[in-house]
Structure formats: C-alpha cells, structure tokens
C-alpha cells in the first residue's frame, strides 16, 4: 500500500512538474511578443512624430503664403493692403435675398403647400384625460394589462 500510494505521488509531482513548464514556457513566448509589438508601436509613434513635425514645417502660414502668390493668379495689392477692421460700421450690411411676389415658369411644377398632418383616430375620451389617468394607463400599460 506505501508503494502503491508513492507511485501515485511521483506520477501526481510529474504531471504538476510538466503543467509548470508548459505555463511558463507560455509566459515567456506572450511576454517575447508583447516585447515585439512594443517595439513595433514605439516605431509607429517615431512615424507619427515625425509626420506631425513635417506637416507643421509644410504648413507655416508664410510658406503657404509664399506658395499661394506663386502659383495663384491673386492681385497683388491683397498683401499691402490692410485687411483689418477698424470700426463696426465698415462691416458691410448682410445680402437679403428678393423673393419675387410671382412664381417663375421654371418652377410651377414644385409644389409650395405644405403637406397635412394626418389626425390619427383616437376616441375622445382619450384625447382628455388628466395626469393621474394617464399615468394609471402607463402603469397598466406597463403592467401587460389591457386598458
């Protein structure tokens, strides 16, 4: 019986033994891989920086200034002019659009009435309830039962 009790003792320390080395062998294989994705998106934020910083320097406003007198036919008294607003009366009025009093040919076939609002069919009774009615009716109606 002491051998029979010991033999199955060593198999069970075997069987742990062996559960271990595979648990941490698992460890270390996720642990190399979350190592690589680490480096992989330490990379991508030096990408991402060094994008960002060379959109900064392409979008300087004198650079793009430069660029849109270049290559755009623009008059050039918009640079020596003085575009700032000094008084609030040089602030010109808002446009108003004129609607004409008649309808033009190109439009009769567009419809100007507005559509009507159907009345559902609800009973009177219905339409004039007082606020403890209608919360008695939620709560029957949340209830399942009929009202």
């Not at 992989?40 to 934020?45: H, R, V």
């Not at 002019?81 to 009366?89: H, P, R, T």
Request: proline fraction near 5%; charge should be neutral; include cysteine.
């Amino acid at each position: 019986m002491f051998r029979l009790s010991g033999v199955l003792m060593i198999c069970f320390a075997v069987v742990l033994g062996v559960m271990l080395f595979h648990t941490s062998q698992s460890v270390q294989e996720a642990e190399k891989k979350l190592a690589i994705i680490g480096q992989n998106s330490s990379g991508e934020e030096e990408a991402l920086r060094a994008l960002s910083t060379e959109w900064d320097y392409l979008n300087r406003p004198q650079r793009l200034e430069s660029l849109a007198l270049k290559n755009l036919d623009l008059d050039k008294d918009i640079t020596t002019q003085n575009n700032l607003i000094e008084d609030v009366a040089d602030i010109p009025k808002a446009v108003v659009p004129v609607i004409p009093k008649v309808k033009p040919k190109f439009l009769n076939h567009v419809s100007t009435k507005k559509p009507e609002k159907k009345q559902e069919n609800l009973k009177p009774s219905t339409i004039q309830k007082t606020e403890q009615e209608k919360f008695e009716l939620l709560l029957k109606n949340v209830q399942g039962e009929a009202p």
